[in-house]
């Protein structure tokens, strides 16, 4: 085994386990047992064992996945996300990179890669996030956080928590030991 950034892989596949039509994996690296289901989109990304991609579901170059996560369908998942294990995507949650999004830069020319600021977003071990939640950039998920669904997370969640709303604001805390 290894890990990457709080990430399990052990021996890496070349593909996911199950065939499905219509999918575009380009450059993963999978682990062991991982199942990605029909009209994906799966490039440069690493994904750890026993995982399961639903339908619909985007995860581009430089996301890291761990193990036994559960990644609903129509889930976006961009650059500079990663996701440690046990962690639950609902259905068409959306992750953000970048907070101040623009096509032009100073000046009026097309913005490049050089006019704009990756933020890092980290989903720790077994936290849930619920369908249709956006998670903007540059945030921390703690583990064994509960995101509502539906909600728009544009701070950091602590350990045990579960937030809800828009702004997704703090409504309960529950242990590890009752986990």
């Not at 977003?121 to 064994?144: C, F, K, M, R, Y």
């Not at 701070?155 to 928590?161: I, K, L, P, S, T």
């Amino acid at each position: 085994m290894r890990a990457e950034a709080g990430v399990t892989l052990s021996t890496l596949a070349d593909r996911p386990v199950n065939d499905a039509p219509y999918r575009l994996i380009a450059e993963v690296e999978f682990g062991e047992g991982v199942v990605v289901y029909p009209f994906t989109n799966l490039y440069g990304c690493k994904i750890g064992d026993g995982t399961r991609i639903g339908p619909f579901v985007e995860i581009q170059q430089g996301a890291v996945i761990g193990a036994n996560c559960k990644i609903q369908s129509h889930t976006f998942i961009c650059d500079g996300v990663t996701i440690e294990d046990e962690v639950f995507v609902g259905h068409g949650a959306m992750f953000i990179n970048d907070n101040t999004p623009r096509v032009r830069a100073a000046g009026g020319r097309l913005q490049t890669d050089e006019d704009w600021e990756l933020l890092p977003t980290l989903v720790e071990q077994g936290a849930a996030i619920g369908s249709g939640a956006v998670i903007l950039g540059g945030l921390t998920i703690g583990p064994d956080a509960v995101v509502g669904a539906g909600s728009v997370v544009t701070g950091d969640v602590a350990q045990g928590a579960t937030v809800v709303g828009n702004p997704a604001r703090h409504v309960t805390s529950r242990s590890s030991s009752s986990t």
